[in-house]
């Protein structure tokens, strides 16, 4: 290869790297305009319920039915119900709240393989960013139910824990429904995290399993029974740095 051909595939390169670099820093505003415009548009649905679950739940099977009605008594008690948009729990939850008292609200994601927005949404918000998504799950939710799901349900309710458990969010209830099916997580939660001091004790005490909707809702009462269902204002300003 000849000096001036090197320089030529050096120039080339560089450039390549300019635009790359120019694209990713165009994506920043991309990613700023979700926050904006996501914050906006949910500003009004407090308080709220996130509830977490599987895509592949079909309707009438009893997780499904079990999420319906749960999700019904919290938007009949004056929650509106945030979930991630899709079919399955999600489908669930969206439509026991659209039937309900108080908004359904769905935070859609765009994927590779897009699946269609589930028809149950009083308020449908788009994402193409995960994190952005996820962040709206906290940001605006009261409490946190966690019905039965795969590895994106575990995803969600690990964050949520990892946030509360180390302060970066504020402590609200962590509900999962259905004891048969995460008991076994949390015995392996105790006799392994706990007993090889990977997390303390008292960790465990941040989640609460639940087997009835209605126990669901009378939790998430009485944990805000003695203060407002918002962010108490050194919470708001612990949240401006989630």
Known sequence: MTENEKLVMGTESEALL??????????IFGIMSEFVEATERLAAIKPAVTIFGSARTPPGSKYYELTERTARLLSDSGFSVI?????GIMEAANKGAFHGKSPSVGLNIQLPHEQAANPYQDISQTFRHFFARKYMFVRFASA???MPGGFGTLDELMEALTLIQTGKARKI???????????????????????????????????????????VVEAIFKHYESRPFGPLPNERELMLNL
């Open 18 to 27: 300019n635009g790359a670099s120019a694209r990713e820093s165009w994506r």
């Open 144 to 146: 946190y139910v966690v």
């Open 83 to 87: 979930s991630g948009g899709g079919p």
């Open 173 to 215: 209830p962590l509900i999962l429904v259905c004891s048969d099916f995460w008991q076994g997580m949390i015995d392996w939660f105790k006799e392994t995290l706990v007993n090889e001091g990977m997390v303390n004790p008292e960790d465990i005490n941040l989640i609460q399993l639940i087997d009835q909707p209605e126990q």
